[in-house]
C-alpha cells in the first residue's frame, strides 16, 4: 500500500502506545499487528512529557523508532499531536492555562486535557509542539496523515470559566455585536434587569443565583465552540506547512454535542470518531430502552447515528473509525463484557454505514494508569484477547468503499441542541433524545439515512427530517422551503419555536415556517415520568404539543389529557408535523410519508437492521438470540449477513 | 374604583414588565388588560438597569409613560422595587456585594437575587433606588401601593456565608448576648469543644467537617432572617417618607421557611404571597402523595395551606395572590400543563380563604429570558392563552371580602422549623411535612383553619392544635396553659423537645408543658420508607413517640415494634397528644376532639374540599373526575360550586 | 480492681463528659454508675477548649474534680487527649491547619476533626497538650490508660488535600523513591504524558479532568494512612515519657479503610472501636441485604466481623468496644430505635468475639449540640432509657477472657482495599463487599474465623482465605505459597491482579501466584444491577471472571453469557480459586473447602450465629422471631445462649 493514503478499501488498524511498552516488544508487536491483518497504526497523541520532557528539550529517538518499527512492517502511521496531555512542567510553569470549571474550580494538572482553548500560552505552546513534530515527521515515508489533540470536549473540556475564557468571551461578543445595544437586546438585557453598559460586565454564565440567562448561555456554547476551532486552526497551520500532503484527521466522540462538528470538521480532510457501543446505553438516548438487554452490544441505533452523523459531516470524504472498541471498556458504570460476535458485528456495521477503516482500541491491555481495566486486542499477558480473535477471523479487510446512498436526511444543528437543553423544560427530555428517535423509527423501518447541517444542501433527498430543529430564521426558512418544494418535509416538536438569538418568534412556533407547515402552536405539555396520554390509542410520554391547523390538514388528535381534541399531527400538502413524542405514532406517519414518497418500507425486529453500501446489502442482528429476516432466513445472534 | 387603594370588591390584576415588549403595544395590552375585567396591574420590579442604567443616570420616561398607559385604562399599579435585580455596573463596581454560597462560593450576577442583604454598600444603594423611585411616583395617581424586592429569600438567597454576613453575625450574636459566656452557655460550647473566646473566632455553620452545632445553626438562621427584615425595613422608611399614603406589600412563596415571615410582616400593611399550585407537588410536603394525579391542578391542601398561613400573618388586613400560576409554569422539574378548569378554580380558593384579589403571572409568554417556556394570559403570539380564556370567563369579581371566620387554629413557628429541620432525626420528616399532615387532616374533615404563630392571642378558638411545635420555653408554655382553658388542644410529636436555645429540655420533653399535657416522653422510633408499625391497626410511618402518661389518659397505644404496649396517643383533660405519624389515627384522633368540642365534622373525599368566607359556601372538586357531595349533588372535574 | 490496667474478666464502662452537665451531677451520675455495675469510664476527648481556653492558659480543676468524682466510686479512667477538637482560638491564630478537601474548599472549624495531620503546626500544639495532660495525670492512680484523639479519619478527615499535605507528600515520596525516575515508572507516567521532571510538578490527586492515576492515588492513600500514624507518634512518645505503665489505645471505626490500622495499631497497647450495628445497614456491604429486616439489630456479620478484625490488629492484646451503641444513634439516614434486647446481645456478641470488655456510649443524652437526638444510657430527663436497663440485668460483667480459636483465616490488605475502590470498575463492587461476602458466608457455616494481615504469621491455621487481595508481589507469593503448604488455600477473584505498584502483572493475574492457583485469568465481566450468570444453576451478580487452568482442575464452568464453558472455580491441590461473585457457590465451595480440610459445618439460618471463646459456646439469634437451634433448642428473637 502507498504509505501517503490510506487504502482504497476497507482497512483495519490499532491504536498503539509504544512508550508504554518495552523496547524490545517493539518488533514483536509490529509483526503481530501485521500478522492480524492491520495496515495502519495511531501513535503518539499523548507522548508530550516523551518528547519534551524539559522546554525545549527534544527527545526524538524514541519516536523515530517506533515509528520505524512500524514501517519495518509496512504499516502506515497516524501521528497525533499530544496537545490533549500538557506536559507536568508546562501546568507548574504556567498554571493560567489550566480551566475553571462552572462551580469556578482550577482544575489541576493529573490526566488529561487540562487547558483552557482561550489560553494565549497554551495556544503558543500547541503551536510551538505542532510545529516542532511536523518539521520533523512531516514528511516521514510512513506517516499518513495526522490526528490534532484527541476527543474534543472529553473530560468536560469544552468549557473553561476562568480568566483565559472570559477575556475571549468578551472580544468574540465585541466582535459578533459590534457594541452593547444589539447584545442587550439579543439576549433580552431587560429581563431580570441584565443589561450590559460596559463589556467588562459581561462574565460567563456560571454560578448565578437563578438560572442564567439562555441567550447569554446560547452566545457562551457558541464561543466556546469556536474556540476549539480556533485551537485547531493553529495546529491545523503548523501542519499543513511542514506536512502539506497528509491527512488531518481528529477524532470525534459520538453523540457529543457541546461543540459545533460541522464548523470543526471544516478544517480537517478526514472525519474519525471513537466508538463505544457498550458505553452509550446509559445516557438516556432512546425511551425505555431496556439496557440490560443490550448491556453486551450496544443498542445499533446509537452507534450507527453516529456513523451517519460523522459521514455527513464532510460528505465526500473518507471516514474512520480511530478507536473501535475491542473488549470491554473502563469508564462505564458497568463495564460488561461485550458479547462474542459483538466485535465483529461492529466493525461490519462501521463499513456498512460508510467507514474507510476501523482502528481498535487499543493493541494491548495496559499494565499502568487509568486504564489498566480497560480491554486490548492483547491482553495483559500479551495473549490475543477475545476481541483480537474476532478480528483475525473477520474476513472484511479489503471490503469495497463505494458510497452509502440515502433518500432521506434527517436535519441536525447544534445551535438549536444548545438552546433547547439550555431549557429542556421537561426533565428527561432532550434534543438527542428527541433527535435519535426519529433516527431509530427510521432504522426500524428499514432505511436508510443520511444526517446533514440544517443549512446544508438537501436536494437529491425525497424525504427531508427535522426532528428537533428549534432555531429556524427567515433565511432558514427560504432555504428550508425551498429544498421541501416536491418533496416530502417532517417536522418533530418545537421546529421554529426559536430565533437565532435563542428567543421565541414573536408570531409563535413555527415562526417563518407557518407557511411551509401550515399550522400555529397552542400548548406545550410536559409529562412526567409515569405520566402519558394517547393519540389515536397511542401512548404519548415526555412532550406533547398541539396545533391550530390554520391552513393544514388534521391527521390525528389527542385523544385525552388538557390536549384533547386538538391536533397533534397536521400535514400541509406534503410536509408533516408531529408534535407527540410517541414511538408508535411517530413510526406510523413515517410509514405513511415515506410510502407516499415511493420509498418502500420494511418494518424489522427491535436489534435486527439492515443497512445499504454500493451494491451490498449488510443484514445485522444485535439480539442475543436468533432471528428471521423478511425473507424467511435465519440469522445467529450477534451475526451479519452481506448480499 | 379609587386610585389609592385596593377594591372594596375581590379583584383581578396581573403582573406585567413593559420594558421587555415594544412601545407600540402599551397601549393595545392596557386596553386588552382592562377588557379581560382587571383592576391593577404589578411592575417594575426588574427594572433597575432600565431605570438607572448608569450609576446616577435616570431614565424615567419609559417608566413615566408605562403608568401612563395603564392610568389611562384606569388600571391602578403596585410598583416594585426592583432590588431583586442588581443591576451589572454595580456588581461590576461592588463585587463585596454578592452573596456567598454554603459551599464559599461567590455567586454572580446574570439572574437575580445576587446580593448579601448584610453588605453595608448595597443597603445604600437599596435606600437609593427606593428613595429615587418614590420621590418620582410615590404620589402618582394611578400607584396605589409599594412592592419591595421580589420573593425574600428566592434562589437561595436568604443566607449568605460571605464577609458581609460573618460580620453582621458577630454583631448581631454580641447584640444578643452582651457577652460570649451566654453564648457558649446557650450553644453549648462544652460539646465538642467550641467554646468561644473571642468574638473573632466564630464564623457561619457552613464547611464544618461533621454537621455544624444546631443552637450555632440556629442563631446564624434568626440572624439570616432578622437581616431581611433590616434590609426591607431601609426601603419602607424611604417609602413612608415619600409615598405615605400607598400600602407597603411584599410577595411572600408558599411553603418557604427560611426567614419569619411574622417578623417581616410586621413592617408592611398588606401580605401578598406568589401561588403556583402545579410547582408544590415535588416538595415532600404530604406523605404518599400521588404526584402524577395532582400535577395538573396541585393538591388543594398545599394550596390552602399557604392561603391560611398568608392570612394569618396580618389577620385583619386584605390579603393578595402577586402572582397567580395561569398555565405551565417553567422551573419544576415537570412542568405539565393544567387541567382546563384549574386557574379558575385556583382563583375561586383563593377568594374561599380570604385573598382580595388575585393578579395572575405573567401578562404574555416572555420572548427572551429565563422564562420563555413559562406560559401568560397571552401566547408568545399574543392568542388568548387557556388561562386567559379561563379568566375571561370566570364571574367572581366583584365578590364580597368578607372575613374567613375558623375555630380551629393552628399554631406555627419558624425557630421551631428552623431547629427541627436542622436535627430532623429522620431522612424524609421535615416541619413542613408534619405541620402539612396536621392541616390537610382538619381540611379532609372539612373544617376551616387558621394558622397563627404560637405567641399569638388565640382567644376565640375551640381547637388549638400545634402539629410541630418544638421549642416551649416557660412563657411561651404559660401563654399556651392560659388559651387552653376550656377549648381543646391538640399536640403532635417533639412538643416542647427544645428549649429556645435548641438544647433539649433537661426533664425532658414536653418540657415546661408537662402540666398541660400530662406526660413525659420515653422513646422516639424513626421508620425506614418501607417501615410501618400500628396503632390499633391503623399504620404509622416515618415517626413514632411513646409517652409515659404520668398524670393523663391513654387513649391508644402501639401494638407492635420496640414501642409495643406503650402510649402513643394521651389526654389529660382536653389536652391531646399524638406522638405517631399516621395520617388516618390522627384523623381518628381530631375528629373525636372536634366532634368533642362541638364543631362538626364532615369527612371529605380526597380532592373534595370545602370553605367558608362569610355566609358564602364554597366547595371544590380538585380531581379530574366527578364527585359526589355529602348532601348529593354531583360536581364536574375541576369545578367548583358556591352556595 | 487494680487502678493501673483494664479487669481481668469481662468490664462493662461508658464514654462520659463531665464537662457537659452541671457540676452538682457528677457524684452522683459517678454513684449511678458503680451501681449499674461500671467499672470503667472515659472521658476528655473533646475537652481541649475546656482545659485550655486561651493559649497557655490551663484550667485543670474541673478535670482534677472529675477525675476525683470517678475515683471516689472506684470507677477507673481512660482519658483521651483532645486533638480530634482543635480549640476555636488556635484556627483563628493558625487557619493554615484547616483542611482542604478533595473539591479545593478549606474546611472550617465549628465540629471536629477540622485539622491536617501534616501541619507541622497543628503537630506540635497536639504534643504540647498531650506533654500537659499526660504531666499532669500520667500518674494519676484513677487513670488506667489514654485514648489517643478520637476515631482517625472521622468526619472525612484522613486525607486533606492542601498546602500543608502537598509539602508533606512531596518529601514523603522523595523519601519512598528517592529520585523522580523511579516514580515514574512506578506511576506509569508515560500513560497520558504525565512524566515528572520536578518533585514540585506532583500534588494530590484531586481536582483531576478525568479520573486521577491509580498509582498516584495509591501512593497518597499509603502517605495520608502513614501521616496519621506520625501524627499518633509524637502524642504516643508524650505519654510514653509521662505516663509509661498505662496503656494507650485508639477508638477505631468499623468497616474504615483509609488508612492502614495495622500499621496504626503497632505503636500502641489496646485496640479498641467504636460499634454502632444499626448504623452499617446502608453501606452497601452486603448484597441483597434487607435493610428493614435488619434495622434494629443491625446484621450480627457487619458487626462480628469488625470484632474480629480488630481482634487480629494485636492479637495477643487485650481488646475493647470503646464506643457501643445502646439505643438510637443520630447520624445515619434513618435511626431507628433498636429491638428490645439488642444492646444485651450487642454486648454478648462482643464478648463471644474476644473483646475484654464494652464501654457504651453515651452515659447521659445530650441536652446540646449535634448528638441531641442520639440516645443514652440515661435519657434527657435522667431516667434510665431502654439501652440502661439493658445493661443492669445483664449477666455478663465478670465472664472470663479465654482466646478465641480459630482455624479459619481471612486475609485483609489495606493497600488491596486502596487500589481495588480506585478502580472497582463495576459500580456496586467494592473491597469491603467481596471481604464480607466471604466472611459472611463462612460464619453462615457456623465457622470461627480470624482476619489477619496478608503478611501475617499463618502459622496453624488450616483454611487461608484470600477474599480480594489484589496486590501481590513475590515476596508476599512466597510467603502465601509456604503458609499454603499443607493447608487449604481459597483465593477470590481479583487475587493477585496488581503489583505493589497497583499496576497490573505484566504476566497477567495472579502473576507470582500462578504457581500456587494454577490458572492464567481469561477474562472479567462486570454485571449490572440486574443482571446474572449462572454457574452450575447458581446466581452470579456484580461480578465474573474466568480461568485457563493451567495445571489445575475445573470445579465449576459458566452456564451462559459470554464465558459459557470457561472456568469459574479451579482447584490445583487443595488451593481453590472462585471467580464468581455468588453467594450460594461460594458456600458451596467453602463447605467442601473445611470439609475436607476436617472442619464442621454448621449451616446455620440467616440472622442465627455461633461463636467459641474458650469452652464456652455462644449462640446468638438477631432475628425478630423465634430460631431453633441446630440441636432442637428454641431461641427467641434477639437473644443468645451460653454453653
Redesign the interface.
Known amino acids: 500500500m502507498a504509505r501517503k493514503e490510506l487504502p482504497t478499501t476497507f482497512s483495519l488498524g490499532v491504536c498503539y502506545?509504544p512508550?508504554?511498552w518495552p523496547r524490545d516488544r517493539w518488533e514483536i508487536y509490529a509483526t503481530r499487528m501485521r500478522e492480524l491483518g492491520l495496515s495502519f497504526v495511531r501513535i503518539g497523541e499523548?507522548?508530550?512529557?516523551?518528547i519534551e520532557?524539559?522546554p525545549e528539550q527534544w527527545n526524538w529517538q524514541w519516536l523515530d523508532e517506533a515509528i520505524g518499527t512500524l514501517e519495518a512492517q509496512e504499516l502506515a502511521v497516524i501521528l497525533g499531536t499530544?496537545t490533549a496531555?500538557p506536559?507536568?512542567?508546562l501546568?507548574?510553569q504556567h498554571p493560567e492555562i489550566l480551566?475553571v470549571d462552572p462551580?469556578?474550580?482550577?482544575?489541576?494538572?493529573?490526566?488529561?486535557?487540562?487547558y483552557d482553548h482561550c489560553s494565549p500560552v497554551y495556544r503558543e505552546h500547541a503551536r510551538r509542539i505542532a510545529q516542532s513534530m511536523t518539521e520533523r515527521y512531516g514528511q516521514h515515508d510512513a506517516v499518513i496523515g495526522w490526528q490534532i489533540d484527541n476527543k474534543w470536549g472529553?473530560?468536560?473540556?469544552t468549557r473553561s470559566y476562568g480568566p483565559a475564557s472570559r477575556e475571549a468571551f468578551r472580544s468574540w461578543l465585541a466582535n459578533r455585536y459590534g457594541s452593547l445595544s444589539p447584545l442587550n437586546e439579543a439576549?433580552?438585557?431587560?429581563?431580570?434587569?441584565?443589561?450590559?453598559?460596559?463589556w467588562?460586565?459581561?462574565?460567563p454564565?456560571?454560578?448565578?443565583?437563578?438560572?442564567?440567562?439562555?441567550?447569554?448561555v446560547l452566545d457562551f456554547y457558541r464561543f466556546c465552540s469556536d474556540a476549539i476551532a480556533e485551537f485547531q486552526a493553529i495546529q491545523v497551520e503548523e501542519i499543513r506547512q511542514h506536512s502539506p500532503d497528509r491527512f488531518i484527521t481528529h477524532n470525534y466522540m459520538g453523540h457529543f454535542g457541546e461543540f459545533d462538528l460541522y464548523r470543526n470538521a471544516e478544517a480537517i480532510d478526514l472525519v474519525s470518531w471513537d466508538s463505544y457501543p457498550t458505553g452509550q446505553i446509559d445516557k438516556d438516548l432512546l425511551p425505555q430502552l431496556d439496557?440490560?438487554y443490550w448491556?453486551?452490544t450496544g443498542h445499533p441505533d446509537l452507534t450507527s447515528l453516529n456513523h451517519d452523523l460523522m459521514r455527513g459531516l464532510k460528505p465526500n470524504t473518507p471516514m474512520l473509525v480511530m478507536e473501535q472498541q475491542a473488549?470491554?471498556i473502563?469508564w462505564s458504570?458497568?463495564?460488561?463484557?461485550?458479547?462474542?460476535g459483538a466485535v465483529g458485528l461492529w466493525t461490519v456495521q462501521a463499513w456498512a454505514h460508510g467507514c474507510a477503516g476501523v482502528s481498535y482500541f487499543r493493541w494491548r491491555?495496559?499494565?499502568?494508569?487509568?486504564?489498566?481495566?480497560h480491554s486490548g486486542l492483547l491482553?495483559?499477558?500479551e495473549?490475543w484477547?477475545?476481541g483480537g480473535v474476532e478480528v483475525a477471523n473477520l474476513e472484511l479487510g479489503g471490503a469495497e468503499l463505494e458510497p452509502v446512498q440515502a433518500s432521506v436526511v434527517l436535519l441536525h444543528d447544534y445551535e438549536s441542541l444548545w438552546i433547547s437543553d439550555a431549557?429542556p423544560?421537561?426533565?428527561?427530555w432532550s434534543y438527542w433524545k428527541q433527535f435519535t428517535l426519529f433516527y431509530s423509527v427510521l432504522r426500524r423501518l428499514g432505511i436508510d439515512v443520511d444526517i446533514r447541517h440544517a443549512d446544508a444542501d438537501l436536494s437529491g433527498y425525497r424525504v427531508i427530517v427535522a426532528p428537533a430543529l428549534q432555531i429556524v430564521d427567515a433565511d432558514r426558512a427560504e432555504r428550508l422551503t425551498g429544498a421541501a418544494l416536491g418533496v416530502s418535509f417532517v417536522a418533530g416538536p418545537r421546529t421554529g419555536f426559536?430565533q437565532p438569538t435563542?428567543?421565541?418568534?414573536?408570531?409563535?412556533?413555527p415562526g417563518p415556517l407557518r407557511a411551509l407547515l401550515g399550522y400555529?402552536?397552542l400548548?406545550?405539555?410536559?409529562?412526567?415520568?409515569?405520566?402519558t396520554i394517547q393519540v389515536d390509542d397511542e401512548e404519548v410520554m415526555i412532550w406533547a404539543e398541539s396545533y391550530d391547523p390554520i391552513d393544514s390538514d388534521v391527521m390525528f388528535t389527542y385523544d385525552d389529557?388538557?390536549?384533547a381534541g386538538q391536533a397533534a399531527v397536521v400535514r400541509k400538502d406534503r410536509a408533516f408535523s408531529i408534535g407527540a413524542f410517541s414511538p408508535i405514532l411517530i413510526g406510523r406517519v413515517l410509514a405513511h410519508v415515506l410510502t407516499e414518497a415511493g420509498i418502500p418500507v420494511e418494518p424489522l425486529d427491535e436489534g435486527l437492521r439492515v443497512s445499504r453500501r454500493g451494491d451490498r446489502t449488510i443484514w445485522m442482528n444485535f439480539n442475543p438470540d436468533d432471528r428471521r429476516l423478511p425473507d424467511g432466513r435465519q440469522m445467529g445472534p450477534v451475526s451479519f449477513l452481506i448480499d
Chains 1, 2, 3 share one sequence.
Open positions: 502506545y512508550e508504554q499523548f507522548a508530550w512529557s516523551r520532557p524539559a499530544p496531555a506536559p507536568p512542567w501546568t507548574v480551566p462551580d469556578g474550580r482550577t482544575r489541576a494538572a493529573g490526566s488529561r486535557k487540562h472529553e473530560s468536560d473540556s439576549w433580552g438585557g431587560a429581563f431580570w434587569g441584565q443589561e450590559y453598559t460596559d467588562s460586565e459581561i462574565v454564565p456560571n454560578l448565578t443565583m437563578n438560572e442564567p440567562n439562555p441567550s447569554h439496557v440490560d448491556a453486551r473488549g470491554q473502563n458504570d458497568y463495564n460488561c463484557l461485550p458479547a462474542d491491555a495496559s499494565l499502568t494508569g487509568q486504564e489498566i481495566m491482553r495483559h499477558d495473549s484477547d477475545r431549557q423544560h421537561a426533565h428527561g426559536r435563542g428567543q421565541a418568534q414573536p408570531d409563535g412556533q400555529s402552536l400548548n406545550v405539555d410536559a409529562l412526567r415520568p409515569e405520566m389529557g388538557p390536549l
